[in-house]
Structure formats: C-alpha cells, structure tokens
C-alpha cells in the first residue's frame, strides 16, 4: 500500500510496547519480566494512553460548550464544589487552588461575571473581602453535561471489588509518583 494510504498503522499499533520504543533495554531492564507479562504492560500502557485522550477529548468538547478556557473550567468545578459543601469561595482561595496571581484571579472573575457564570458579593463577615459563587444557571449546565458525563467513571470503579480499588489506587498514586518531575534537571533547567 502506497506511503499515506489508510490502512493499519503499524508504528501507531506499537506506540506502547516497551520493546517498540526501547529495543535495547537503555531505558528498562525488562531481564526478569517474562514476554507475556511486557506485552500486557504494553496493554496497560495503551489503555491509560486511550483513557488520556478520551479525557482530553471531553475536555474539550466541555470547553466549547460552555465557552470557557480550561482555566475558567477548573474555576467553575471549584465553585460547583465549594456550592454543594456550603463553603464559602474567596478570591484568594480560588487563586491559591488554580495556582495563579491575584492579578490573574481579578482578570479571571472579571470574565466569568461579565459571561455570567459568577456572582461576587461582599463577605458578610469582612466587608473588605469578596465572596465567589457559580451562577445557578452555570451550575445546572456543567451539571447537566460535563458533570454527567464525568460522572460515569464512578461505574467504572463500583464495578471493582474494594481490594481490586485499592490495587488501582496504589498503582496510580505510584505511577504519579514515577512520573514526577521533583529533583528531574532537565525539566526544571531554566532556560539561558
């Protein structure tokens, strides 16, 4: 089949096989891993990569539906929260969960008020500082489709048994840990 032609691809079918992308076992010693036990890695491998874009695919469709950066989305999922366990949002506070400047944060709730998507009201305690709150309308809509669909991974994992959660959760929580960037040069090497 000519070069462009659709038809099976055969480097995308092997992205996560280990022997695929590291033949020579530079990058893991795989000596006391049996073949079936690599080519199962590989299973794993893909099916997280499969999960990512999935998740990046919502992300997005989310992002066009609501007309909202994924900044502002992370905003509105706090809000959301912060609405439901009755607890009161501060500017400060959002700045802090998003990670962001207060500059920042005033330019971001200005945006979100003017779009609708929040009210600010002066703390009943400290009249100097605000309160955030999601608008009902932006709630019952991130509710109603993102919320939803995002809500369907709570099947998948009530579908395991307690012990098998736990070993998801462990391998997860290790995995995050693999892939942090804490101590790594290259990724923290400032740019000259």
């Known amino acids: ?26 990058l893991v010693d795989r000596s006391d891993v049996s073949a079936e ?20 695919r919502l992300s997005e469709a989310s992002q066009q539906y609501m007309k909202l950066s994924p900044q502002d989305m992370s905003a509105i999922h706090y809000l959301i929260v912060a609405d439901n366990r009755g607890t009161m949002v501060t500017p400060g506070m959002l700045a802090a ?9 005033t330019k971001l709730l200005n945006r979100l008020e003017r779009g609708a998507h929040i009210t600010r009201e002066v703390h009943h305690s400290d009249r100097r500082a605000f309160i955030v709150r999601v608008t009902p309308a932006t709630a019952k809509a991130a509710m109603e ?14 579908r395991l048994s307690a012990s098998e959660r736990e070993v998801v959760i462990g391998f997860l929580q290790d995995m995050t840990q ?9 990724a923290t090497a400032e740019e000259s």
């Open 178 to 186: 693999q892939l942090s960037l804490e101590g790594v040069d290259w």
């Open 1 to 26: 089949m000519p070069a462009g032609e659709a038809g099976p691809d055969s480097v995308a079918e092997h992205l996560y096989e280990v022997d695929a992308t590291d033949p020579e076992q530079q």
């Open 37 to 56: 036990d690599t080519a199962q890695i590989g299973r794993l491998m893909r099916a997280l990569s499969e999960l990512r874009a999935a998740e990046e």
């Open 145 to 158: 489709t993102v919320g939803r669909q995002q809500a369907k991974r709570f099947h998948s994992a009530a």
């Open 97 to 105: 969960h998003l990670g962001i400047s207060a500059a920042s944060t």
